[in-house]
């Protein structure tokens, strides 16, 4: 039914098809639900963006109705700044301290009896993992930067299988002939 190949024509299409000159609460939580169904629930921006967007597009804005909407979602995310900016996976020493953040998270939610930020914990730490491999593979980098990624990658690893034990390896990791070697300096 739709045409678009990209979530922002995509937007704008439906919000044509909308026939509205205004945008407001019903008219974003349509255009959410095809975003949604087109692309997956990721891809679904948040209200003001979209609002933005069409506004730059000519569409008028029930600004009321959209910062409402904005504010609920807002609050339903209870979650978001214990995870803002918690990691940063560009060096060994951010990645230490990022890791460290994580585990005192994981404590916290693991004492709280909290399933879905240990669930949330959990896949922030895969998906810096699987950065860093993907990365570590990344003919475009140097050398250094892929064996720095790959380690980053076995770090993420070895705290996501054992994190009661991470420190304690990464301090006899840190000294390993292997490591010393190979000389992952942050550079």
Not at 4 to 28: A, M
Not at 29 to 57: C, H, N, Q, W, Y
Request: hydrophobic share 40%; net charge negative.
């Amino acid at each position: 039914m739709w045409q678009s190949r990209n979530k922002t024509d995509l937007i704008i299409e439906v919000w044509e098809k909308l026939d509205c000159e205004s945008i407001g609460r019903s008219e974003l939580e349509a255009i959410e639900l095809v975003v949604k169904d087109k692309f997956g629930t990721a891809a679904v921006d948040s209200p003001m963006l979209v609002a933005r967007l069409l506004a730059d597009e000519g569409a008028e804005l029930r600004h009321s109705e959209i910062m409402a909407l904005y504010i609920e979602r807002a609050s339903d995310r209870p979650y978001d700044p214990a995870f803002r900016g918690i990691l940063d996976i560009n060096s060994l020493a951010t990645t230490e301290r990022s890791i460290r953040d994580l585990e005192n998270l994981r404590q916290k939610y693991k004492a709280d009896g909290d399933k879905e930020g240990l669930r949330r914990v959990r896949e922030t730490a895969i998906e810096a993992r699987r950065k860093a491999a993907a990365l570590s593979l990344d003919l475009r980098l140097d050398a250094n930067a892929r064996s720095q990624n790959d380690e980053i990658a076995n770090w993420l690893r070895v705290w996501l299988e054992t994190p009661e034990v991470f420190d304690a390896w990464l301090s006899i990791r840190k000294t390993s002939p292997q490591f010393l070697e190979d000389q992952l300096t942050d550079e």
